[in-house]
T-cell receptor
Framework: GAGVSQTPSNKVTEKGKYVELRCDPI?????LYWYRQSLGQGPEFLIY????????DSGLPNDRFFAVRPEGSVSTLKIQRTERGDSAVYLC??????????????FGPGTRLTVL | AQKVTQAQTEISVVEKEDVTLDCVYE???????LFWYKQPPSGELVFLIR??????QNEISGRYSWNFQKSTSSFNFTITASQVVDSAVYFC?????????????FGAGTRLFVKA
């Protein structure tokens, strides 16, 4: 079956612009996660969805970052007024269930965002 | 607060050597989950193992083995008879199970080079 997919694979934008990054989780997975990975670092948690709702958004760095999952499947990470420091690989993961289970997260290939 | 420390930034071994990757974690929860992921040069994170805090039994899977010790808050990963294909960055991760979500904290990773 298909894994987690992310589009675009690469995104180059200019400082101050708005970007949207898309994640298609594995069909049937109710939990969806966004992470950011800077060069030489481990993935940094941003937000976790259980169904349509954001169960934990404590990792979003500031109010320029926002994510939605309106139908409980595809999710979009939105970044307003991009800054050069936002440049990183944005990873999405999904898992079959979330709360109170020891779930395995399946990761997508990531979107490499470069802010010039 | 959650924290995962992977003190080894890079390890270089010769093929067929055994190698152990260290992971030390911090958490205040009694229920938590520990993970190891592999990130090959292609970039996509691959799940290797999950352990919950109530199961300290060590696990072996082929050439891979894991040693979980709650007394020292460690979850070390050993590759026996390493191969060139094991070259990758390995991440240890922790998620706390009672917080209403699955915020997962990753260590900074250990880059393993296996030379032929």
């Amino acid at each position: 079956g298909a894994g987690v997919s992310q589009t675009p694979s690469n995104k180059v934008t200019e400082k101050g612009k708005y970007v949207e990054l898309r994640c298609d989780p594995i069909s049937g997975h109710t939990a969806l996660y966004w992470y950011r990975q800077s060069l030489g670092q481990g993935p940094e948690f941003l937000i976790y969805f259980q169904g349509t709702g954001a169960a934990d958004d404590s990792g979003l760095p500031n109010d320029r970052f926002f994510a939605v999952r309106p139908e409980g499947s595809v999710s979009t990470l939105k970044i307003q007024r991009t800054e050069r420091g936002d440049s990183a690989v944005y990873l999405c993961a999904s898992s079959l269930a979330g709360l109170a289970t020891d779930n395995e997260q399946f990761f997508g290939p990531g979107t490499r965002l470069t802010v010039l | 607060a959650q924290k995962v420390t992977q003190a080894q930034t890079e390890i270089s071994v010769v093929e067929k050597e055994d190698v152990t990757l260290d992971c030390v974690y911090e958490t205040r929860d009694t229920t938590y989950y520990l993970f190891w992921y592999k990130q090959p040069p292609s970039g996509e994170l691959v799940f290797l193992i999950r352990r919950n805090s109530f199961d300290e039994q060590n696990e072996i899977s082929g050439r891979y083995s894991w040693n979980f010790q709650k007394s020292t808050s460690s979850f070390n990963f050993t590759i026996t008879a390493s191969q060139v294909v094991d070259s990758a960055v390995y991440f240890c991760a922790l998620s706390e199970g009672n917080t209403g979500g699955f915020k997962t904290i990753f260590g900074a990773g250990t880059r393993l080079f296996v030379k032929a």
